[in-house]
Structures are given as structure tokens and as C-alpha cells.
T-cell receptor
Framework: DTGVSQNPRHKITKRGQNVTFRCDPI?????LYWYRQTLGQGPEFLTY????????KSRLLSDRFSAERPKGSFSTLEIQRTEQGDSAMYLC?????????????FGEGSWLTVV | AQTVTQSQPEMSVQEAETVTLSCTYD???????LFWYKQPPSRQMILVIR??????QNATENRFSVNFQKAAKSFSLKISDSQLGDAAMYFC??????????????FGSGTQLTVLP
């Protein structure tokens, strides 16, 4: 068990470019979550997968954001036509599905800076 | 919708002393979980302690304990014998036990804890 892995850890991009982040959850975890965290704030929920199915999306997830989990293992979060307001830490997390009380384990995050 | 409020943006404590971080929440649900997460400068969110709302007994994990007041919707974290490694941002979080929102955590805005040597 190597924990939740995210890459890249840091990304600087020009406004208008597309970026993609990858998340590898803990191997037996079938739930995967994406959160966004800006400086001085707590993480905000973006979206959630159970296996390969995307079951919930926050209204924070605009049309420029898309997340996939094609084989129910790793996930990608793509941001198209980035804006300066997209600058944030993007956190991935995973958990087991059978109990809502199961611990949600977080990765170290992917820090995005849009210039 | 549930909300979580942490009214102390910053707190400091002397090494070996005790500190209490406050958290209040608002919900119409009766069955839920509450969590305290720690986020050190490395940015990885680490679970410190969790409390099931149906349990009256306050959760304890070594030097960390909570004071859960369900009627008051209050969930404070007490850190005893504070250590330099406890310095971090601490987040209080809520998770419903049932229904659609059971899948996600709702976080407060955090309390930055400084431990003074």
C-alpha cells in the first residue's frame, strides 16, 4: 500500500492552455474523489467516482473541467482553457465504498498555477 | 446543505501544553460522522480522529481527544502534551452517513496551529 499518488505535483501553465492531472488511488479502494483547495481555505468537493462511474459532480465543476476513471483504477482531471481563477491545489482521495464512515485517504495534491 | 465553521484562523500553544481547537457545524441530519484532519506544510491531509454521531462517548486517539456536543452541534479537538510535529493546519469535516451527500466531506476553513518551543 503506497497511498494515494498524484502527479504532477506542481504545474505552471499559461492562461488558455489545457492541463491534466492524474491520480492513482489505494489499490483496493473503489471510491475516488477530487477536491479543490485554495490558499487559506478548506478543500471543496468537485466530483466522485465509484469504480468507473462518475456519480456526483459539484456545481464548482464547470464545463471546462472533466474527470474520468476509465477502468475503475486511476483517474484523470482535465482543465481546458485554464483561467487564473483555476489556480489551486487539486486533491485526490480514495476510500472503500461499503461504509460512509470509512476513512478517506488523501494524496499530496497537485498544485496548479495559471499565469 | 451542511456547513462547518472554524472560528479560530490561528492558534498557538507552548510545547507540552494543551490546546483546544473549536468547530461548529450545521445540519438537519441526525446520523453523520465528524472528523479532524491535519494538513502539515507537505500538504497531505492526514486523518487525526473521527466521531460517529450516534456514539455518546467522545473519541480519543493517544494525545488527541474530542468534545462532541451533539445538541450544540459543537465538535472541538483537544491536543494534550503538544509537540513541535503537531504544527499544521487543522480542518474539521462533516460527512453524512446516508443519502447522496454521504459520499463527500464538507470542510471548515481551518485553524493554523503553531507550537512554540
Amino acid at each position: 500500500d503506497t497511498g494515494v499518488s498524484q502527479n504532477p505535483r506542481h504545474k505552471i501553465t499559461k492562461r488558455g492552455q489545457n492541463v491534466t492531472f492524474r491520480c492513482d488511488p489505494i489499490s483496493e479502494h473503489n471510491r475516488l474523489y477530487w477536491y479543490r483547495q485554495t490558499l487559506g481555505q478548506g478543500p471543496e468537493f468537485l466530483t466522485y467516482f465509484q469504480n468507473e462511474a462518475q456519480l456526483e459532480k459539484s456545481r464548482l465543476l464547470s464545463d471546462r473541467f472533466s474527470a474520468e476513471r476509465p477502468k475503475g483504477s486511476f483517474s484523470t482531471l482535465e482543465i481546458q482553457r485554464t483561467e487564473q481563477g483555476d489556480s489551486a491545489m487539486y486533491l485526490c482521495a480514495s476510500s472503500l465504498a461499503w461504509d460512509s464512515g470509512n476513512t478517506i485517504y488523501f494524496g499530496e495534491g497537485s498544485w496548479l498555477t495559471v499565469v | 446543505a451542511q456547513t462547518v465553521t472554524q472560528s479560530q484562523p490561528e492558534m498557538s500553544v507552548q510545547e507540552a501544553e494543551t490546546v483546544t481547537l473549536s468547530c461548529t457545524y450545521d445540519t438537519s441530519e441526525s446520523d453523520y460522522y465528524l472528523f479532524w484532519y491535519k494538513q502539515p506544510p507537505s500538504r497531505q491531509m492526514i486523518l487525526v480522529i473521527r466521531q460517529e454521531a450516534y456514539k455518546q462517548q467522545n473519541a480519543t486517539e493517544n494525545r488527541f481527544s474530542v468534545n462532541f456536543q451533539k445538541a450544540a452541534k459543537s465538535f472541538s479537538l483537544k491536543i494534550s502534551d503538544s509537540q513541535l510535529g503537531d504544527a499544521a493546519m487543522y480542518f474539521c469535516a462533516y460527512r453524512s452517513r446516508t443519502g447522496g451527500s454521504a459520499r463527500q466531506l464538507t470542510f471548515g476553513s481551518g485553524t493554523q496551529l503553531t507550537v512554540l518551543p
